[in-house]
């Protein structure tokens, strides 16, 4: 398997106040595929997102991307890890307000030795005539593009997405999943979302279901539902 997790476990605070938020997770996940991570607030999705994505630390258990085993790595280590192998998408967009929307598609190409190619990307985007406008000039769904830019850009080998369209219409979620979707399909970038909408699962190949830190589910989708076809 190309991401591997095996009997993961990760606790908050101490003695009485010690909160269990992963029991023994493990699963894995081959190159190229979309995963999504579903399960209510609370269920430690999000929490296993940034221990994939080196954030955060395990307690027990063990985390490997393409053979590197995170655990093992020290803080230098895994700031290259993060560099080489992760984008990251999270629900607010973190864009720098003073810089154009291409500007801050280009903060991500610095931290990449193989980017994409700007141009191309951003059209691929639906971006490219916005690229000098500031964030505040374009819509949240522009502005998720452009976050979604600013990940993809360094090409990464997977790209994490944390609840990517919790701030965003109808609409426009439909239209960040299929780009999304796109992205996947035209980089062969292996994607591991977050949700708890109970339809963006049917986009997938690989579901996850979790409640209280253990998977309930796990299961692959032999036929897909194309991100424009969605319905909640």
Same mark, same amino acid.
């Given at each position: 398997?190309?991401?591997?997790?095996k009997?993961?476990?990760?606790? &908050?605070?101490?003695?009485?106040?010690?909160?269990?938020?992963?029991?023994?997770?493990?699963?894995?996940?081959?190159?190229?595929?979309?995963?999504?991570?579903?399960?209510?607030?609370?269920?430690?999705?999000?929490?296993?997102?940034?221990?994939?994505?080196?954030?955060?630390?395990?307690?027990?258990?063990?985390?490997?991307?393409?053979?590197?085993?995170?655990?093992?790595?020290?803080?230098?280590?895994?700031?290259?890890?993060?560099?080489?192998?992760? #984008?990251?998408?999270?629900?607010?967009?973190?864009?720098?307000?003073?810089?154009?929307?291409?500007?801050?598609?280009?903060?991500?190409?610095?931290?990449?030795? !193989?980017?994409?190619?700007?141009?191309?990307?951003?059209? /691929?985007?639906?971006?490219?005539?916005?690229?000098?406008?500031?964030?505040?000039?374009?819509? #949240?769904?522009? !502005?998720?593009?452009?976050?979604?830019?600013?990940?993809?850009?360094?090409?990464?080998?997977i790209?994490?997405?944390?609840?990517?369209? #919790?701030?965003?219409?109808?609409?426009?979620?439909?239209?960040?999943?299929?780009?999304?979707?796109?992205?996947?399909?035209? &980089?062969?970038? /292996?994607?591991?979302?977050?949700?708890?909408?109970?339809?963006?699962?049917e986009?997938?190949?690989?579901?996850?279901?979790?409640?209280?830190? !253990?998977?309930r589910?796990? &299961? /692959?989708?032999?036929?897909?539902?194309?991100?424009?076809?969605?319905?909640?």
């Amino acid at each position: 398997m190309y991401l591997d997790l095996k009997d993961v476990t990760k606790s &908050y605070g101490e003695n009485e106040n010690r909160t269990q938020v992963l029991r023994g997770i493990s699963f894995g996940l081959e190159h190229g595929k979309i995963c999504v991570l579903l399960g209510p607030s609370g269920s430690g999705k999000s929490t296993l997102l940034n221990i994939i994505g080196g954030i955060e630390t395990v307690d027990g258990g063990s985390v490997s991307i393409d053979g590197d085993t995170i655990e093992h790595m020290n803080e230098k280590a895994l700031s290259k890890y993060r560099r080489t192998h992760l #984008g990251y998408v999270f629900q607010s967009y973190n864009l720098i307000p003073n810089l154009t929307v291409q500007e801050n598609i280009e903060v991500g190409a610095y931290l990449s030795d !193989q980017p994409l190619q700007l141009e191309e990307l951003m059209k /691929t985007l639906g971006l490219w005539e916005h690229r000098d406008k500031t964030p505040n000039q374009i819509s #949240g769904g522009q !502005q998720q593009r452009t976050a979604i830019g600013r990940a993809i850009i360094k090409n990464p080998d997977i790209l994490l997405c944390d609840e990517p369209t #919790g701030a965003l219409d109808y609409k426009t979620s439909k239209e960040i999943l299929a780009l999304i979707e796109e992205v996947n399909q035209k &980089y062969g970038t /292996t994607v591991m979302l977050v949700t708890h909408n109970d339809a963006i699962k049917e986009m997938a190949d690989r579901v996850v279901i979790l409640r209280d830190g !253990q998977i309930r589910e796990e &299961y /692959t989708n032999e036929t897909k539902t194309a991100a424009a076809d969605l319905e909640w």
